[in-house]
């Protein structure tokens, strides 16, 4: 549905989510360390990877593998991933600190908000209409399955030379 229907690819865009960065694959080849494959569908402009776990549906284990060695899960599914981009306005900067330090966690997805507004003063309604178009889950709880997905650690990022990827959760890497 959204790559055949231009505004919404556009709007997925503007939250930098985009279907035709697949065309190339991710950055390198990469795996879970149980062995289970990755196949991306969509990228973002820092070359990051959206990639499904495994076999099965859209509704599978939703992996992102970013181009400097961080991935792990984000979501349970291309539904609860894309409704994190849509919402969140950072899914890098909703990592940098667990949920119970609230003030660094909460100034850092403000100053990305404020950010976003700079360049689309219409954001919150771009949301609206995507969330809409898509029925995506309300933005309500969206931090604390990221939190929860993103410290999982049966989806830990392989690339095929064997290099483990770093946590997406700032505070787990070491």
Do not use: K
């Not at 997925?12 to 985009?18: I, M, Q």
């Not at 849509?86 to 949920?99: F, G, W």
């Not at 100053?111 to 507004?117: F, P």
Request: charged residues 25%; contains cysteine; negative net charge.
């Amino acid at each position: 549905m959204v790559a055949d229907t231009p505004w919404l690819n556009a709007a997925l865009s503007d939250f930098d989510f985009e279907i035709e960065r697949c065309a190339n694959g991710p950055t390198e080849p990469v795996h879970l360390a149980d062995g289970r494959t990755l196949t991306m569908f969509a990228g973002d402009a820092s070359g990051g990877a959206f990639l499904f776990a495994g076999e099965g549906g859209e509704e599978r284990p939703v992996v992102y593998a970013g181009s400097e060695g961080t991935g792990g899960l984000i979501a349970m599914g291309v539904h609860e991933a894309v409704a994190m981009v849509v919402h969140l306005p950072s899914l890098h900067d909703a990592l940098v600190a667990p949920l119970d330090d609230g003030s660094r966690l909460r100034e850092r997805l403000d100053r990305a908000e404020r950010e976003i507004s700079e360049y689309r003063p219409d954001v919150a309604e771009i949301r609206a209409r995507v969330a809409a178009a898509l029925d995506l889950p309300a933005a309500a709880g969206l931090l604390q399955r990221l939190h929860a997905a993103a410290v999982d650690d049966r989806y830990v990022v392989v690339s095929d030379q064997g290099n483990r990827y770093e946590p997406l959760a700032v505070w787990l890497r070491t």
